[in-house]
Structure formats: structure tokens, C-alpha cells
């Protein structure tokens, strides 16, 4: 692990290996810590304030990572995701960069267990991971302008699920029909970093049904 | 309070939403906020009251009741019914007057700062506008507005750059290293331009670099943060960027070079002092 200085008051931890199971060892840096940025191999911290003495708090960033932590419980999660023709943009690009068909994708999708890795790009948008190299599917050369909310999307072999009607260049295999962010709510997001996360299939009906359900993450823990 | 005839390009700020970035909810916030502060300052407002920031064209709104206002910028023809204004300076403007907020300076922010109180909801810590998270109406809001003006008197303008190069003092960033030696030389080395692409999401420079950086895994960003896109065009992300992108991180600015940089204007001349 390398710590790069970000700024005057952030400290950029690199080359670690699944930082979503290192987030909370750093909750005794607060309240001077305000943000706890991961993603795929690094970590961000951004600090309330200007860091004046630097060797100081490497050392305690260091120290957070040594110091043992209760075996912190996964959160397990069953998200419904249809497959309707009408929500899958990009069968031809999934079959024609993969080899397989698409039902063989949305079988190893339903069977398999993910984790999200971190979320961004959007609020709540989580960037999940578990799918094997063979569905490695580039990015739309050219976003599209407007991909519909709730789109379930591939891009490389990541799994990503958009809260909201935005821009977006990843391959659309499916829709869910929950809300995945609201900022009114306690929780804000559906998702949060370190969750794993069952798929399962349903029909264009329950779909329908499942649009009016209202904010909830409790719901869909396992 | 009022209604808005016109709106430009016009968001309602704060400082901005803090503690939310691993949700992927960005800072947002006043992009100049020197200016923002010395807004609320001249008012007598206490610090980090809302207020409206605008770009290029500016608002043209009706008092629906008297208030006291402050506007801070590069801003030119600021008027009351006819009547041209200053920028950084305390006005009354009474029920029915029109206010024209002016024209801005391309590339740069200014403030309509109201003297009162908010009394609006907070979304998670901030009244920041933010696409997906927030959209204040401004046709709704609620100051509970103070007639006693305890203002300052004074006229009072932050400083604002014109045709000088701005320093913008940074760190250098995460793939910084990765970086030909060349382009290393040209961005120490160069004087750079600001383009027309100045967003709150982030401001495209007008040259490129020598890049061979291929695109990294997402990974985490900053305001302030200069992408180098696989063409080689250089974006410095600002207040409303997404929490992690998938661009080469070469630099990442100071907050006082974020800040020089929202003034610098379209055209503007830049020079990178990367602390090394």
C-alpha cells in the first residue's frame, strides 16, 4: 500500500486490495475526517481541515489499518431485475463481444452473488463486481443521450444500475424497477459500499407493480 | 418574494453538501467562494446564507416584496428598472422594481446574495442546487427578509484578474508519474488557455498533451482534480463532478488555484507551478 498526498487535506490510499471491506477502519479519524471516497483499488480521505503535520496523520491513517475490527457483518441483498425485451438495448453488443447469448449471461447473473464495490458516477449508483473477464463489453463508443432510469448496465465485466434518467455510455441488459436513491431517506441509497447482492428475474407484470413501491433498503435485505 | 422573468444560467448555493462522496453525491457549492463569502459579509448575513449564482447571462427578476440585495463578479450593466448599479455594494430594491442582474464575464461566476435569513429545508447538510439530488425554485424562496439593514457600506470587490497569466499552484496527481516526459516538460513549461467549455461540472483548457495513458479503473476525484482525456484534452473537474472517473489524474489544484481559476475568464492565460 502507497499513501500519495491528494491535496493540503486529503490523503489518497493506493494499491489496496477490495478497499470496500477497509471503509469503516477509519471512522476513529473522525470527526476530522469528513469523506471515505473507495473504489476499485484505492481509497480517498478528505479531511475537515488543512493537514499541517503530515507525518502525524500517516501515521494514524497507518495505525487505523493495524488496529483489529469486529468482523463486520455483510449486508445481503435480493434485487428484482426484468428482462423484458423493451428494457434491453444491447443484446447484439453483449452476444457479439461475449460469444454467448443473452439468456446465458442473465442465467450467471441470477445464480451468481456480486459486490458492490463502490458507488459514483451518480448519486447511488453502485459499481458492481463479480462477473468473469469473458463478459468484458466496452463501453457505447459514443454515450447515449438519455439511458431510462432503473437501466441495468455492463460495461468491461462491472454491473452498474442507474437511480436516475442520465447520460450513459454502458451496455443496457435489463431494468429495476426500485428506487435506488432518496435523499429524504435515512439511508439515502438502495445500495451501499460492501453489499452482496443476489439478482432475480421478473416479468414485465411484476415490474409494473414494483415501479410504486417507495424507498426502502430494509426491504430487500436478506 | 420574487419572480424570476429570466433565469440565464442561474443555481441556488451554499458552501456546499459535505460527507456524502461514497454515495456518489458530489460537494456542489459556490464555485467562486471568496466572492460567495464577501456576499453574505457586506450584507451582514451570517456566513454560508444562499444565495443565487449566475453565469454568462445573467436573471431578470420582479420584487414581489422589498429587499436588500448585493451583487459580486465580473458583471457589467447591473440594473434597477433603469437605473445602472455597481457590483459589491448594498441595494434596496422595492415592491414591483425589476432587477437585471447583468452580464458575466464568460467563464465566470457571480452572486446575487439577499440580506436575511434562509428559512428552507436542507438536503443533506446544504441548500446546493444538484442535478439528481436538488433543484431550489427561485421563484419560491423563503428568506425571512431583514428591512433593518445592517449592512456594510463600503464598496468591496475581490480582485479579480484581467489578461495577466494566473499561477495555479498543484499538487501533482496520482498518474502524474505515468506521464511522458514530454508532456511533463509542456505543462510545467506552458502557458495554457481556458476554453468555452467552463461548466460547474468542469472547465476544458484549449490545448492538448502528448497522452498515452490509456484510461485507469474508476477511481476517486476532487475539485480541482486535471483529467487528461485519451485525446490529450485537459479538464479540471469543479464543484459539481462526480465522485470517481475513469481519466488519468495528472494534477490536482490548490483550493486558492480553484478559486483563481473560476476567475481567469474564456481565453484566459494559465500557468501550472506543480509542487514537486
Keep these: ?222 | 418574494m420574487m419572480r424570476v422573468l429570466s433565469s440565464g444560467f442561474a443555481s441556488f448555493q451554499d458552501e456546499g453538501r459535505f460527507g456524502f462522496r461514497q454515495k456518489g453525491i458530489p460537494y456542489a457549492g459556490a464555485m467562486d467562494k471568496d466572492a460567495f463569502r464577501l456576499c453574505n459579509v457586506l450584507l451582514g448575513n451570517a456566513e454560508n446564507t444562499p444565495m443565487i449564482e449566475y453565469s454568462k447571462t445573467g436573471l431578470i427578476i420582479q420584487a414581489l416584496q422589498p429587499f436588500w440585495f448585493c451583487v459580486i463578479g465580473q458583471v457589467e450593466g447591473i440594473k434597477r428598472n433603469e437605473v445602472i448599479l455597481s457590483t459589491g455594494k448594498v441595494y434596496y430594491v422595492g415592491e414591483g422594481d425589476v432587477l437585471d442582474t447583468g452580464k458575466v464575464r464568460g467563464g465566470t461566476f457571480a452572486y446575487l446574495g439577499i440580506a436575511g435569513v434562509y428559512k428552507g429545508t436542507k438536503i443533506l447538510g446544504s441548500y446546493s442546487d444538484m442535478e439528481h439530488v436538488h433543484k431550489q425554485d427561485l421563484n419560491a424562496l423563503n428568506f425571512q427578509l431583514r428591512q433593518d439593514a445592517f449592512y456594510n457600506q463600503s464598496r468591496l470587490s475581490p480582485i479579480f484578474t484581467s489578461g495577466k497569466t494566473v499561477h495555479l499552484d498543484c499538487f501533482p496527481g496520482p498518474e502524474w508519474p505515468l506521464l511522458l516526459a514530454e508532456a511533463k516538460e509542456k505543462i510545467k513549461a506552458s502557458t495554457f488557455h481556458l476554453s468555452r467549455e467552463t461548466w460547474r461540472m468542469g472547465f476544458t483548457l484549449l490545448e492538448r498533451i502528448e497522452n498515452e495513458l490509456p484510461a485507469i479503473a474508476s477511481a476517486p476525484v476532487l475539485p480541482g482534480t486535471v483529467q487528461c482525456t485519451p485525446s490529450g484534452k485537459m479538464i479540471v473537474l469543479m464543484k459539481d463532478a462526480q465522485t470517481t472517473g475513469g481519466y488519468p489524474r495528472i494534477l490536482q489544484l490548490t483550493k486558492d488555484a480553484i478559486h483563481n481559476l473560476v476567475r481567469v475568464g474564456w481565453g484566459g492565460k494559465i500557468k501550472f507551478d506543480v509542487y514537486l
Design chain 1, 1 to 222: 500500500m502507497d499513501l500519495h498526498i491528494f491535496n493540503a487535506h486529503s490523503l489518497l490510499l493506493k494499491g489496496i486490495t477490495s478497499p470496500y471491506k477497509w471503509i469503516d477502519y477509519f471512522d476513529k479519524l473522525r470527526p476530522d475526517l469528513i469523506d471515505v471516497v473507495p473504489s476499485y483499488y484505492e481509497i480517498l480521505l478528505v479531511f475537515r481541515k488543512e493537514l499541517s503535520d503530515m507525518e502525524n496523520i500517516k501515521e494514524r491513517v497507518v495505525d487505523c489499518l493495524k488496529s483489529e475490527i469486529h468482523n463486520k457483518k455483510t449486508t445481503h441483498l435480493r434485487i428484482p431485475i426484468c428482462f423484458d425485451s423493451e428494457f434491453v438495448l444491447d443484446e447484439e453488443r453483449v452476444e457479439r463481444y461475449s460469444g454467448k447469448k443473452l439468456k446465458d449471461l442473465k442465467k450467471y447473473i441470477c445464480s451468481e452473488h456480486f459486490e458492490v464495490a463502490f458507488l459514483g458516477f451518480l448519486p447511488g449508483f453502485p459499481y458492481v463486481q463479480g462477473l468473469p473477464d469473458l463478459y468484458k463489453i466496452p463501453r457505447l463508443d459514443s454515450p447515449r443521450p438519455s439511458v431510462p432510469k432503473g437501466s441495468f448496465a455492463l460495461a468491461e465485466n462491472q454491473l452498474g444500475l442507474y437511480p436516475s434518467t442520465s447520460p450513459g455510455g454502458w451496455n443496457i441488459i435489463g431494468n429495476c424497477p426500485l428506487p435506488l436513491c432518496n435523499v429524504h431517506s435515512d439511508e439515502i441509497t438502495l445500495f451501499l459500499t460492501g453489499d452482496n447482492i443476489q439478482f432475480y428475474e421478473i416479468t414485465k407484470k411484476e415490474h409494473e407493480v414494483m415501479q410504486h413501491y417507495p424507498f426502502s433498503r430494509k426491504r430487500y435485505v436478506v
